[in-house]
């Protein structure tokens, strides 16, 4: 390893490589330091299947207050790569005004598949916390990422009880040219709370699809939002609005679950998928549904 790059990796809170060794998607390099720590099972699934699993997780279980974590990953020409969790990330109260940072890094070269499937993000009362993931592609890589956060502990009473949470993708291609730049941001406001903008609603959610090897999973999902929405247009219709006030069973409440889908990119090769929920199970429904077909590529099924 030359200098420049053992400087740069001891910069950061953690760092991985993936690369064909005899074929196999092998993790060549890998290093992570406090708070940060890297799980890498030998195998999961099917032992036919060429993709290699890192799962993320901190001391402690979460994430305190001021910490600054850096992640860096470089998936090679071919390999296939999934990042995941062991569990939600905990996100935990904020000492003053002291926020917690979380950035990720990853390069996929040709033909590679990098799938970002993590639980969702659990801010604590008073939480500050934003987070980046920045995605260098080329020209025939391929990439899915799941972005979720939830409104809090519900068991602790806690509903988008945070001070501030922040999530930014971008997704570029070849000469940085920019492909995705996307934010959400959610923060306590002097006029009104997140709990009050987002009413009944305890989950935000984005999935990610680009590239050759995503193509008959988005087309799948982009299907299903469609049908999903269309039932839910015809059930909110004036119309119906106007039947089920004579009704009996009539009542108020807007939709426990909230999708959508959009393109991007050259020729819209991208898809966009954003989802608001009333409970986290219904999401994780959702994505184990519509990320099954993604088993063969990755050995198993994401969310199973």
């Known amino acids: 390893m030359r200098e420049s790059e053992l400087r740069k990796e001891m910069e950061q809170t953690g760092t991985a490589v993936v690369e064909k060794v005899g074929d196999k998607s092998t993790v060549t390099r890998c290093y992570s330091k406090y708070p940060l720590k890297f799980i890498v099972p030998k195998k999961l699934g099917n032992s ?15 994430i305190v207050s001021g910490d600054s974590i850096s992640c860096d990953f470089t ?9 995941t969790t ?5 996100v935990y109260k904020s000492l003053g005004s002291k926020c917690s940072v979380q950035v990720l890094e990853a390069r ?18 008073t939480a500050r916390y934003t987070q980046k993931q920045v995605f260098r592609m080329l020209s025939d890589a391929s990439l899915i990422v799941v972005d979720w956060v939830t409104s809090g502990r519900h068991e602790s009473g806690e509903k ?37 903008r987002m009413q009944e609603y305890q989950v935000v959610a984005m999935v990610v699809f680009w590239g050759p090897k995503m193509k008959h999973i988005q087309n799948q999902v982009q299907e299903e939002v ?3 929405m269309t039932e839910q247009l015809q059930f909110y219709s004036p119309a119906s609005a106007q039947r089920m ?14 999708v959508s889908s959009s393109v991007f990119g050259p020729q819209g090769k991208g898809v966009v998928v ?22 063969p590529l990755l050995g198993l099924s994401p969310y199973h």
Request: with cysteine; glycine share 6%; proline share 3%.
């Open 274 to 295: 954003r989802i608001v929920a009333t409970t986290t199970e219904s999401v994780y429904t959702f994505l184990q549904h519509q990320l099954a077909g993604l088993e």
């Open 48 to 62: 036919k299947t060429d993709a290699v699993w890192i799962y993320t997780l901190t001391y402690g279980g979460g």
């Open 75 to 83: 998936i090679s020409d071919g390999c296939t790569t999934v990042l």
């Open 86 to 90: 062991q569990a939600s990330t905990k």
């Open 160 to 196: 988008w009880d945070f001070d501030l949470y922040k999530s930014t993708n971008h997704i570029f291609l070849e000469d940085n040219e920019p492909l995705l730049l996307d934010t959400v941001l959610l923060e306590k406001g002097s006029m009104s709370s997140i709990t009050e």
């Open 108 to 125: 996929v070269g040709n033909n590679a598949l990098l799938a970002v499937i993590p639980d969702p993000v659990t801010c604590f009362s």
């Open 226 to 228: 469609r049908r999903m």
């Open 245 to 258: 006030k004579r009704s009996s069973t009539y009542c108020t409440n807007k939709p426990n679950f909230i």
